[in-house]
T-cell receptor
Framework: NAGVMQNPRHLVRRRGQEARLRCSPM?????VYWYRQLPEEGLKFMVY????????ESGMPKERFSAEFPKEGPSILRIQQVVRGDSAAYFC??????????????FGPGTRLTVL | DAKTTQPTSMDCAEGRAANLPCNHS???????VYWYRQIHSQGPQYIIH???NNETNEMASLIITEDRKSSTLILPHATLRDTAVYYC?????????????FGAGTRLTVKP
């Protein structure tokens, strides 16, 4: 039973380039969450998606960041025109389809983005 | 806002029980207590969660006080591999938002 998959595990980009981070949830999970962890800091929630819908994007920066979870394929977190401050670990989590109270989020291994 | 208070750091001797406290004095009746840990720079690992009753699984035990204002995570026989940052989170799950908020956690160091 494969866990949450993220790729790439490490991504290096130059300032101004685009970064695309992918997340495949656990089998049977249709809720996906993205978090960012800056060096030496805790995890900060960014966005919560269900298939083809953004449910809660209260933690997303207003510019340059976007997320999607299409009907087919992985969830994508896209960062346009990256800056050095975007360097961080980005974690994806997923939870089961029901969304009922007590639902547990399971995390992937993360993508470490380095902006040169 | 994490809504929880945890000690910044703790040490524990290998083989002994590690007891990690968490205060959540403003917890509501429908909020769960969750525990996760993060080993070095890996993804957070789910440990256990509970609402009112004490819970136990293969990793740990969760003791919640009767008034639910605090809880303790117990690792019965700590090993060196349990060295990690432990996060206590209170949340109510709905279909409309994600209220999982990580605070600073407790950095547990298990020493030989």
């Amino acid at each position: 039973n494969a866990g949450v998959m993220q790729n790439p595990r490490h991504l290096v980009r130059r300032r101004g380039q685009e970064a695309r981070l992918r997340c495949s949830p656990m089998k049977g999970h249709s809720h996906v969450y993205w978090y960012r962890q800056l060096p030496e800091e805790g995890l900060k929630f960014m966005v919560y998606l269900q298939k083809e819908n953004i449910i809660d994007e209260s933690g997303m920066p207003k510019e340059r960041f976007s997320a999607e979870f299409p009907k087919e394929g992985p969830s994508i977190l896209r960062i346009q025109q990256v800056v050095r401050g975007d360097s961080a670990a980005y974690f994806c989590a997923s939870s089961p389809i029901s969304g009922r109270a007590g639902d547990t989020q399971y995390f992937g291994p993360g993508t470490r983005l380095t902006v040169l | 806002d994490a809504k929880t208070t945890q000690p910044t750091s703790m040490d524990c001797a290998e083989g002994r029980a590690a007891n990690l406290p968490c205060n959540h004095s403003t917890i509501s009746g429908n909020e769960y207590v969750y525990w996760y840990r993060q080993i070095h720079s890996q993804g957070p690992q789910y440990i256990i969660h509970g609402l009112k009753n004490n819970e136990t699984n293969e990793m740990a035990s969760l003791i919640i006080t009767e008034d639910r204002k605090s809880s303790t995570l117990i690792l019965p026989h700590a090993t060196l591999r349990d060295t990690a940052v432990y996060y206590c989170i209170v949340r109510v799950t709905t279909n409309n938002n994600n209220d999982m908020r990580f605070g600073a956690g407790t950095r547990l160091t298990v020493k030989p």
